[in-house]
């Protein structure tokens, strides 16, 4: 069985969706952006889904189960989970959700060394991040919504859920920050470095 650490977000979306029945590629890109799973995984181009596959069926967690021909469209393969594929999925779904992993996102790293430009630069910088995190923040939020109307359980919005509590602790934290500077609460130019005096 393939450790957590093998199984990328995108691995973790096929095989759940090979797990309700054998389709082919095209049909995972449909259903991925009816159910707005893209907003959580990044499958915007067709060759990082086939190369998911790829991945998958070398190491026999996925098979052909059949290539569909016909005059209307091009030769099409369809997959099938594999039993072994099911069992490093529901592995990988009960330790991902059980143990919280060290994930090393850009943005953390970032803010480790935003003493390098001026608070000014700095309070810009957040204030549009802000901007677009509200944007998120609002399309989530659109997504949820017409799901509900659509009467979505909420088994199937959960994603959506903890994407919208991230997003408005990111916001938050953000908006602090910036009013923080803006107030002159946060020590800043004392430790901001001019590149004249570095060199």
């Not at 953390?108 to 001026?118: E, G, N, Q």
Request: glycine letters at 4%.
């Amino acid at each position: 069985m393939a450790p957590r650490g093998h199984l990328s977000p995108i691995a973790v979306a096929v095989l759940a969706l090979l797990a309700e029945e054998p389709m082919h590629a095209y049909r995972m890109q449909q259903l991925v952006k009816e159910r707005g799973v893209d907003l959580v995984v990044n499958v915007r181009n067709r060759s990082g889904l086939h190369a998911a596959l790829d991945r998958l069926v070398r190491d026999a967690l996925v098979e052909v189960h059949a290539v569909e021909r016909d005059t209307r469209h091009p030769e099409r393969t369809v997959y099938a989970l594999t039993a072994a594929g099911r069992e490093t999925l529901l592995a990988g779904l009960r330790e991902t959700v059980a143990t919280p992993a060290a994930e090393f996102p850009l943005f953390p790293a970032v803010v480790s060394f935003l003493h390098l430009l001026d608070s000014g630069d700095v309070r810009t910088q957040l204030d549009l991040r802000a901007a677009e995190l509200e944007r998120r923040l609002t399309a989530t939020q659109a997504v949820l919504t017409a799901s509900i109307e659509h009467h979505v359980p909420r088994v199937h919005l959960l994603e959506h859920e903890y994407t919208r509590a991230v997003t408005e602790a990111e916001l938050a934290w953000v908006r602090g920050v910036s009013a923080d500077l803006a107030a002159g609460t946060l020590a800043w130019d004392a430790y901001f470095v001019p590149r004249k005096e570095r060199s």
